[in-house]
């Protein structure tokens, strides 16, 4: 997808754009309008049209007892204030990713991904089965939330370079885009980091403000087009490694819905999880063969002292917060070590054995 076709169908519009929309939720015959505000750019590829179709399959689920109207970044508020939205009463829901709140709770960044951290399968049984979701219930008590996963990329790749990477020695002072957590391990590897919304980023590499840049994977990468200001293209991450998406209700709203209309945002949340993340599994293989046929894209591994790092890194970023003065995020901190430490024994013994053997042996 051209950068420029797809900016112009996204059609972010201006905060005051919809102001309109502020008033009060619609209430008419028992029927209930909702807000989502979402971080993502409008018919983004994977999250945007995920976050879209989550609102309209509780629409539909719901009969149209609860409509869920979709506002893509700024066209309510700014992206990165999509949840403080909902804290405020703006909106009732939000679609982003836990990470972009660390600096209300550095325990935030754990629902969506951890450096040298889980896939996607381990967080999901961390989340589901393994007592995740009742801590993150806690943390988000604190401002009046409530979050849903409700998608995940996989492993992403590990960013956007102008130029290559030949040891640790070539990050230090890179000025780079990486929010959570990794942000954290990069800083300690050297470079300066910053978080900016998707929509931000492409400028931001052309202008030289940057001088380099993840966001995703390919599917998303291609369609913000990256590929045009940098051609080293590095994976796979370290710091992400089966990242989630969230949806986030404001809690009284939501417990005071009836139960069915509860389970709906639930369940589908659920569905849209799973949904999600095929997406991406589909579609990053496609998207990675034009970035490289079509645009010249040079695919790179990080070298071994990078990755090596970039583990110890990782280790002391956790170990930091597993210290932590506050006792939800020592919790939080305990709780995904514990549960890493069961869950990958299955990963390690089990999937990549397999994963292993079929690259060695299976051809078509």
């Keep these: 997808m051209d950068r420029r076709s797809f900016i112009a169908k996204a059609g972010v519009l201006g905060v005051g754009a919809a102001s309109a929309a502020l008033a009060a939720p619609a209430v008419a015959q028992g029927n209930i309008t909702w807000r989502m505000v979402t971080t993502w750019p ?14 309209d399959r509780i629409t539909a689920a719901s009969g149209g007892r609860l409509t869920v109207q979709v506002y893509s970044a700024g066209e309510l508020v700014p992206p990165l204030q999509s949840l403080d939205a909902v804290i405020d009463g703006t909106a ?12 209300k709770s550095p325990a935030l960044s754990f629902f969506t991904g951890v450096p040298y951290g889980m896939t996607t ?3 999901t049984a961390w989340v ?18 409530k979050g849903f996963l409700s998608g995940n990329t996989g492993t992403q790749t590990g960013g956007w370079f102008r130029k290559e990477l030949n040891s640790v020695d070539d990050i230090k002072g890179v000025r780079f885009r990486t929010p959570g957590l990794g942000g954290r391990v990069w800083e300690k ?6 978080n900016l919304a998707a929509g931000e980023i492409f400028q931001a590499l052309q202008s030289g403000t940057l001088d380099a840049a993840e966001f995703v994977g390919p599917y998303n990468d291609l369609a913000l087009g990256f590929y045009q200001v940098a051609k080293n293209y ?14 986030a209700v404001d809690k009284k709203k939501y417990l005071d819905l009836p139960d069915d209309l509860q389970a709906i945002i639930r369940d589908v949340s659920q569905a849209e999880y799973d949904q999600v993340s095929a997406d991406f599994i589909a579609n990053d293989p496609r998207a990675l063969k034009t970035l490289i046929n079509d645009h010249g894209v040079i695919v790179r591994n990080f070298p ?22 506050d006792p939800l995020v020592k919790k939080t901190t305990e709780s995904f070590i514990e549960a890493l430490n069961l869950v990958r ?4 013994k089990i999937d990549s054995p397999y994963v292993r053997a079929r690259e060695k042996y299976l051809r078509y």
Excluded: C
Aim: glycine fraction near 10%; aromatic fraction near 10%.
């Design 128 to 145: 589901r089965f393994l007592g995740g979701q009742e801590i993150w219930d806690e943390i988000y008590d604190q401002f009046g939330v």
């Design 189 to 194: 590897l050297g470079a300066t980091v910053t």
């Design 234 to 247: 590095y994976m796979p991450s370290f710091v992400e490694s089966g990242l989630a998406t969230e949806l």
């Design 121 to 123: 399968p381990e967080l």
């Design 42 to 55: 409008k018919n983004f590829p994977g999250l945007g049209v995920g976050a879209q179709r989550l609102a």
């Design 345 to 348: 024994e299955r990963t390690e």
């Design 92 to 103: 009732e829901m939000s679609h982003g990713a836990a990470y972009y709140w660390q600096n």
């Design 304 to 325: 071994d002292d990078i990755m090596d790092a970039g583990a110890t890194a990782s280790v002391e970023v956790v170990e930091e917060l597993r210290n932590s003065d």
